[in-house]
């Protein structure tokens, strides 16, 4: 039989033959969507639902294509998208449609396509380059795409037009910068208008940014590669954001305010004469809405909101509509929907996100408590209609009259996609993805003075008697939840639990989804808090569950999950007795702006906060074995934060061990490094424990 190593990593993380990447047609008659034909076939295809007849048709497959298009290789940014956003599949991974055309536009091996939803005829494109990011305008007329900096479009007849450009090597146009994309959750640089003949554009220049290198190869002949990487306390790049014609005319938007505003958020442009921004200050601490108008580039700031500690930005927020100012904002103990400053939502729901906004309502994405996520409409007097009731965690994508709802719970494996029309259920659309070889034997707990949200996994067939090594699996820091109501989530830990340990997995202060001041108990300091978390977690898990083994304790964790780990060994090694950190930050100055400044403040005016959580600093205390593991490519959390704490930790005469992953990005997609990453890691552990290695389980 297959292992679970093999199986999680040909899977891509079991995600691949899941459906993926709505688009919904202005009448509902039709939904485009991503999907690979199986769980084992990573190459994603083109369909068309049809939610009235519940069918489906195959619009564009990857493999039928080729030949067709003049192949380029994929550029250099739209690597970068696929590491922002995560992407581990392959084939058609993004598409862009039109509300008033049925043209969409993709890539499939570096080709440009349009596809037309009611005749079903694809026509391939030339291009004078590599295609990044190709939008059809709002007719499905033109599309543009990015193309080595530059901004292009092509008309029907595929004549190929430049708008703007730079010979300047560090500027780029219509490309989102690296803390956009990666932090704040704006992937793109441009923008159609709602007429489709003028485009919104960015132009980011990097010539003020640090400009570092990373060595990502084993082969001496491969040069290393240049990274533009603005960590904390120095300089993010320059962007400038003007409106051009389709003849290249450019008109400019002061959206900074006078360097007042550091941070373009993103754009709502619905108008032909107004568009809306949203912008943030270098400390976060304060959010802009502005109004632009179009044809004059004049700019007026409409709503700011504020916080002591920073101002979080939500997907799909803010949103204008009429005369309705509708935001996301942390009032009182809730983050709450609200509408020309009145919040709506109340205190008893976390709003996660914005799904859409007309002008009768708002539809959003909504937790009761951390474990789900449902889907809710609100009309602007706060009156709630629910899509959804069951335990789980539903993400949803909707135009306000046909909604896409996909649903993930602890009884179901993978994903269940249902279609409503208004808020009636008419047709779904199957998971292809495969069930995982394993089983979950699961519990879930509230654990500790704070009751942290917590599950507790042991090996199948465990007595309930027999003495078990404990191992502790957290992500434990902002913005990212290890503990929902998702089977999808616990595969990994299970398996190591059949391996003989007992699991803890637990979600402590500054995680999301369960109020703001929760999140914000990390404000200054995120290493003691996240720490204190995991130690009562496993303290409270012992209480109930007598088996667990305290004299053999290891914990293991992935970027911030690695801080963790390795933090974890260095301060408490009387507690935790081996760690494996995986891409950990070990100097949060080395990390970037937008992240790290929100929770620690800049460098230079609060510099306690960076040598308080610096792991370097501590390297003389380590007395457990430490596995350190970092892929060399990763240009998110680099590979340096390794090497210096390795070196810290040479210098103090403290044995342990490195792992460089040559070729290997931050989020480890290649099927061979997947699985034996995780064989790796449990020889570690078992030998650093003091357990008998008998082989995978």
């Known amino acids: 039989m297959e292992t679970f190593p093999r199986q999680y990593a040909r899977t891509r993380r079991f995600t691949v033959g899941a459906p993926r990447s709505f688009a919904i047609s202005s009448n509902g008659n039709s939904i485009s969507y991503l999907q690979s034909s199986s769980g084992s076939d990573p190459r994603n295809k083109l369909w068309i639902h049809n939610p009235q007849s519940q069918t489906e048709v195959l619009l564009a497959d990857p493999q039928d294509l080729q030949g067709i ?183 400019q938007i002061d959206w900074s305010q006078s360097a007042f505003w550091e941070y373009l958020v993103n754009i709502q442009w619905t108008q032909e004469s107004l568009i809306y921004l949203t912008v943030q200050t270098r400390d976060q601490k304060s959010m802009g809405l502005l109004k632009v108008d179009s044809d004059t580039g004049a700019v007026e700031e409409i709503y700011r909101w504020s916080d002591a500690c920073w101002v979080e930005i939500i997907y799909g927020a803010p949103k204008i509509i009429g005369e309705q100012i509708i935001t996301v904002q942390d009032r009182n103990d809730a983050r709450s929907l609200v509408i020309n400053n009145h919040p709506i939502s109340g205190d008893d729901l976390q709003v996660r996100s914005l799904i859409n906004c007309n002008e009768q309502g708002v539809i959003a994405a909504v937790s009761p408590n951390p474990l789900e996520q449902h889907i809710i409409h609100f009309d602007f007097e706060g009156k709630r209609t629910a899509f959804t009731e069951d335990p789980g965690v539903h993400d949803a994508v909707s135009n306000g009259k046909t909604t896409v709802i996909q649903y993930r719970n602890m009884d179901i494996h993978g994903v269940k996609t249902t279609v409503f029309a208004g808020d009636s259920p008419i047709s779904e659309i199957k998971d292809l993805s495969e069930k995982p070889v394993i089983s979950l034997n699961v519990s879930f707990h509230r654990l500790g003075e704070n009751e942290l949200e917590s599950v507790v996994l042991f090996p199948q067939n465990h007595d309930g008697t027999r003495l078990l090594p404990v191992l502790l699996d957290p992500y434990g820091g902002p913005h990212a939840q290890r503990v929902r109501c998702a089977q999808g989530l616990f595969g990994v830990s299970q398996w190591f639990a059949d391996q003989g340990f007992a699991v ?36 409270a898990a012992a209480e109930i569950y007598k088996h667990l083994d305290l004299d053999r304790v290891g914990i293991r964790g992935w970027s911030f999950g690695g801080y963790l780990a390795a933090l974890a060994v260095l301060r408490r090694p009387d507690i935790f007795h081996a760690a494996v950190a995986g891409a950990p930050v070990t100097d949060w100055e080395l990390y970037d702006t937008h992240y790290t400044e929100r929770y620690l403040g800049h460098p230079l005016e609060t510099p306690e906060n960076y040598e308080n959580t610096n792991l370097c600093n501590e390297a003389h205390k380590l007395e457990s074995p430490l596995l350190l593991i970092h892929g060399l490519a990763d240009d998110n959390v680099v590979a340096s934060h390794t090497f210096q704490l390795s070196q810290a930790l040479l210098e103090a005469g403290k044995p342990h061990e490195v792992l460089p992953l040559s070729g290997v990005s931050h989020m480890t997609p290649q099927e061979t490094v997947a699985e034996n990453l995780l064989r790796v890691q449990l020889r570690f552990l078992k030998k650093s424990l003091g357990i008998d290695d008998e082989g995978d389980k």
């Not at 581990?88 to 939803?117: K, M, R, W």
């Not at 369960?514 to 995120?526: I, M, Q, T």
């Open 504 to 539: 803890i997995v637990s979600d402590g202060r500054g995680t999301p989804g369960r109020s703001p001041a929760f999140e914000r108990e990390v404000y200054g300091d995120l290493a003691t808090a996240a720490l204190e978390d995991q130690i009562t977690a496993l303290s």
């Open 69 to 251: 298009g003049k192949n380029h290789e994929i550029s250099e940014d739209e690597q970068s998208r696929r590491e922002r956003v995560r992407e581990v599949g392959s084939g058609i991974v993004a598409f862009s449609s039109s509300a008033e055309s049925p043209n969409v536009c993709f890539t499939s091996d570096g080709t440009l396509y349009v596809a037309n939803l009611d005749s079903r005829e694809i026509t391939s494109f030339e291009t004078v380059g590599s295609v990044f990011d190709p939008q059809i305008n709002p007719n499905g007329s033109l599309i543009a795409y990015v193309s080595g900096g530059e901004l292009r479009y092509l008309d029907s007849s595929g004549n190929d037009f430049l708008v703007v450009g730079s010979q300047d090597q560090h500027i780029s146009h219509g490309v989102a910068d690296f803390i956009a994309a990666e932090e704040m959750g704006r992937r793109r640089g441009y923008w159609w208008s709602p007429r489709g003949d003028r485009l919104l554009v960015t132009e980011v220049d990097n010539s003020n940014v640090l400009n570092w290198h990373i060595l990502s190869s084993a082969d001496p002949s491969s040069p290393p590669k240049s990274l533009r990487y603005p960590k904390a306390g120095t300089n993010n790049p320059e962007v400038k954001l003007r409106v051009y014609t389709l003849e290249g005319d450019g008109l």
